[in-house]
């Protein structure tokens, strides 16, 4: 049986050195307060990439979020121009087959007709319905975007304008 620690995200200082683990840094080392109080020193270690990326990446989300939104909006105005084309084929095929019953067209031929017409409509609940839906999705889209921006706005401009550096993604990753 081994008795060797493996390094894990949450330990004692003891468990990290009997791992063999480098140790954390103890308090005030590294880029905690000068003890004389005061700002963080600038440092530029070369995480532009990384800022940038984040950047990238934080108006990408933007963007898709207002792209699926305009695509919603687009749906719902196909659906509502495909609703009203199915309407008036609905009142076509209706007025046809009232045609055709005053000129004594078999019975079996005008409600076929008649029965054509009212699936056609019955289509069109289906159809109000998914207009409907997609143009509250493309409003979620929108509230998305825009929360996204309210939430991480500040956020991704102090990234973009702050005198220090980012830490590292990998900083954070076994906090």
């Given at each position: 049986?081994?008795?060797?620690?493996?390094?894990?995200?949450?330990?004692?200082?003891?468990?990290?050195?009997?791992?063999?683990?480098?140790?954390?840094?103890?308090?005030g080392?590294?880029?905690?307060?000068?003890?004389?109080?005061?700002d963080l020193p600038v440092l530029h270690g070369g995480r532009i990439v990384d800022?940038?990326?984040?950047?990238?990446?934080f108006t990408l989300v933007i963007a898709r979020l207002a792209l699926a939104a305009t695509a919603m909006r687009l749906l719902s105005q196909a659906v509502?121009?495909?609703?009203?084309?199915?309407?008036?084929?609905?009142?076509t095929v209706d007025g046809l087959a009232d045609v055709a019953a005053a000129l004594a067209v078999d019975d079996s031929v005008t409600s076929a007709h008649h029965d054509?017409?009212?699936?056609?409509?019955?289509?069109?609940e289906l159809a109000d319905?998914?207009?409907?839906?997609?143009?509250?999705?493309?409003?979620e889209f929108d509230n998305a975007a825009r929360d996204h921006e309210s939430d991480?706005?500040?956020?991704?401009?102090?990234?973009?304008?702050?005198?220090?550096?980012?830490?590292?993604?990998?900083y954070y990753s076994n906090r």
């Open positions: 049986m081994s008795t060797e620690v493996e390094p894990t995200s949450v330990q004692t200082g003891a468990e990290v050195a009997a791992s063999g683990a480098p140790d954390l840094p103890a308090p080392e590294g880029l905690d307060a000068p003890d004389s109080g005061g800022v940038i990326a984040d950047a990238l990446t509502k121009g495909a609703y009203a084309y199915v309407e008036d084929c609905a009142q054509a017409a009212a699936v056609m409509r019955e289509s069109l319905a998914l207009s409907a839906e997609a143009a509250e999705m493309s409003t991480y706005g500040d956020v991704n401009e102090a990234m973009q304008t702050g005198p220090y550096d980012v830490a590292e993604r990998e």
